[in-house]
């Protein structure tokens, strides 16, 4: 097992993702740390091929993996797109845990979701939870792929003593994000509709589901700084949740977004579309004791995201 704290300077660090919004901010964080970085383009590699994986990883023999490649999309991709969720996450962790174990990585941290826990556990949401209950239909797929990867972690852990982690984030929004107009998460999507409306002086905005939702937001260049915190100072067999402890409705939410973005029309509501799981907060007593907190404030991480929307 490695020792605590885990040296990240001068080794090979693959991000596996470095295109995505996760990926990008690690490697943004990643250029404080003087490591040598290793990417990897899809052209080149995709993840699902497990004989390419394989003699990736032979070749590169990267000493620490950040595990930030996978589908991802919001409630409506997750719910439409659900074989391409179950099986390109499912692959995707397993070649990439598994080729990391082969290649001899000092450490790897596996990137979950706060979607992984029970539809209806108990809040704010415990790494203890897990497994316990039913999950939410609209991400299943989703899910279940990224418990098995979870579970592998757990596995290479206890029976080869590998030193490798997962972390749950929250919902997170930022720099990078999917601005795609069906497939998006709600934040990209406000973000998008809102600045529409504003150009057009549309009248209203709709907004899905009832707007009763609790979601928490964490700003993505502070989940990035919370993996590396956690992947120099944690070795353990739970997950970690990585979040800001705060939560908000959606209708609210909105109402956040229209005034960030400057919109100043009506807002309704479509109950036709899902509204998901009622609610997702995690409990962040965990890495708070590990010495990490989020420090984007919403509304700035917001009017962040919107100016880099506008700047693309
Ligand atoms: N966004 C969120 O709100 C949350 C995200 N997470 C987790 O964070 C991680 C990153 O998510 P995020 O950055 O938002 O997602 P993005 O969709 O922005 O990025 C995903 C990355 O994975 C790559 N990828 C996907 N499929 C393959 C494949 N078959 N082969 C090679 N590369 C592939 C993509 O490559 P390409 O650029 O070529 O498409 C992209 O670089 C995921 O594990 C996700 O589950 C967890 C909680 C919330
Ligand atoms: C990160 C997480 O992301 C997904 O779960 P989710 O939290 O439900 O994500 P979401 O951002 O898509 O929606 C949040 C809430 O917002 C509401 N909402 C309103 N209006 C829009 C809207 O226009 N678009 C979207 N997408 N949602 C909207 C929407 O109805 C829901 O109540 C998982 O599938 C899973 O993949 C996962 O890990």
């Known amino acids: 097992m490695a020792d605590i704290p885990f040296e990240l300077q001068g080794r090979r660090v693959f991000v596996a993702g470095h295109r995505g919004m996760v990926g990008s901010a690690l490697v943004r964080r990643l250029a404080r740390e003087n490591v040598e970085l290793l990417t990897l383009p899809r052209s080149e590699v995709d993840l699902r091929d497990q004989t390419a994986v394989n003699a990736w990883f032979a070749r590169k023999r990267p000493h620490v993996v950040f595990l930030a490649a996978a589908k991802v999309g919001g409630i409506a991709a997750n719910d439409k797109l659900r074989a391409e969720f179950l099986y390109d996450n499912l692959a995707i962790a397993a070649n990439v845990i598994h080729a990391a174990y082969v290649g001899g990585a000092d450490k790897l941290m596996f990137l979950g979701s706060s979607c992984i826990y029970p539809r209806l556990a108990p809040q704010p949401l415990r790494e203890d939870s897990i497994l316990t209950g039913p999950l939410e239909h609209t991400n299943e797929p989703y899910a279940i792929a990224k418990i098995a990867g979870i579970k592998m972690v757990e596995a290479y852990r206890s029976q080869y003593g590998a030193d490798f982690i997962s972390v749950m984030p929250t919902n997170l929004y930022g720099v990078g994000d999917n601005y795609h107009p069906e497939y998006s998460h709600v934040v990209a999507a406000l973000i998008r509709r809102f600045h529409e409306a504003k150009v057009s002086g549309a009248k209203n905005v709709v907004v899905w589901g009832t707007g009763a939702p609790r979601r928490e937001f964490l700003c993505v260049d502070d989940l990035a700084d ?40 009506g807002i309704s509501f479509d109950p036709s579309k899902p509204d998901g799981t009622p609610r997702k907060l995690l409990d962040i007593e965990k890495i708070t004791k590990l010495g990490w907190r989020a420090v984007t404030p919403l509304a700035e991480g917001i009017a962040l995201a919107y100016r880099a929307h506008l700047d693309r």
Do not use: Q, W
Request: glycine content about 12%; hydrophobic content about 40%; overall charge negative.
């Open 226 to 265: 919370a993996c590396i915190h956690l992947m120099k100072t944690y070795s353990g067999d739970e997950p970690v949740n990585i979040g800001t402890g705060e939560d908000i409705t959606i209708s609210d939410f909105a109402r956040l977004v229209a005034t960030v973005v400057g919109y100043i029309g």
